[in-house]
């Protein structure tokens, strides 16, 4: 487990499943992801199976909030496309419980996964892609400490436009960990 102060990453089980395929089909979650077909279970027991194959840094990690004495899932998070010899990876996020959203969650989650790969993934910068249809995560992730580093225009296409693709990216030396007084 990796704990924070309102939340919690730990490694997902297949019972998670079911909520991970509730959140994708559910079409405000996945207009920020690069998904726009429906799924099913069986395609995400799939993607489970094919994803304890790889390397462990990249599994994805399940985000439990603690509510008094226990934990519930509200979403998932991870790191992708690993460069060892540059120390960059790619970070994605899903608070799919849309009862969460405007909480902070997304925010406290994204700052224990920078405090995760620079700690302890020893990454020297972590970048992540974002639609510009997607205020509520930019938001965020400049909360987070992400800068935009670019854009790559009309790379995406959705409900009948073309949308550009945010570059972000935090640098391990720029980065201040909420929790330390660096
Ligand atoms: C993006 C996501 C991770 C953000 O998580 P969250 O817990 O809602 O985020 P936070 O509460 O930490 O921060 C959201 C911020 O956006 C603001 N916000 C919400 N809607 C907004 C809008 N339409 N325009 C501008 N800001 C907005 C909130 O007020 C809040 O800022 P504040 O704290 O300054 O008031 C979450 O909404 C999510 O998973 N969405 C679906 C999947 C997705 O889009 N993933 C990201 C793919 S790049």
Redesign the pocket.
Same mark, same amino acid.
């Given at each position: 487990m990796i704990y924070g102060k309102r939340i919690r990453f730990r490694a997902p089980e297949r019972e998670d499943l079911p909520m991970y395929t509730k $959140?994708i089909n559910d079409s405000?979650? =996945? @207009?920020?992801?690069n998904m726009f077909l429906p799924m099913s279970l069986a395609s995400e027991e799939k993607w489970f199976e094919q994803m304890l194959e790889k390397p462990a840094e990249e599994h994805p990690m399940s985000i439990d909030v603690q509510e008094g004495k226990s934990w519930k899932l509200i *979403?998932n998070?991870g790191l992708m496309f690993f460069n060892q010899r540059a120390r960059t990876a790619e970070v994605? !996020? &899903? !608070? *799919?419980e849309?009862d969460? $959203?405007?909480? *902070?969650? *997304?925010?406290? @989650? &994204?700052q224990l996964i920078l405090r995760h790969g620079f700690n302890t993934l020893n990454l020297n910068s972590i970048t992540?892609?974002?639609?510009e249809t997607?205020? =509520?995560? !930019? =938001?965020?992730?400049e909360?987070?400490g992400f800068v935009l580093d670019g854009r790559i225009r009309q790379s995406h296409f959705a409900e009948g436009k073309y949308v550009d693709t945010l570059f972000m990216s935090v640098l391990r030396d720029e980065w201040k960990d909420p929790d330390q007084s660096n």
């Open positions: $959140w405000e979650v =996945r @207009a920020g992801l *979403g998070c994605g !996020i &899903m !608070i *799919g849309k969460y $959203w405007d909480q *902070g969650y *997304g925010t406290e @989650a &994204m992540l892609r974002v639609y997607n205020p =509520r995560a !930019i =938001r965020s992730y909360k987070t």
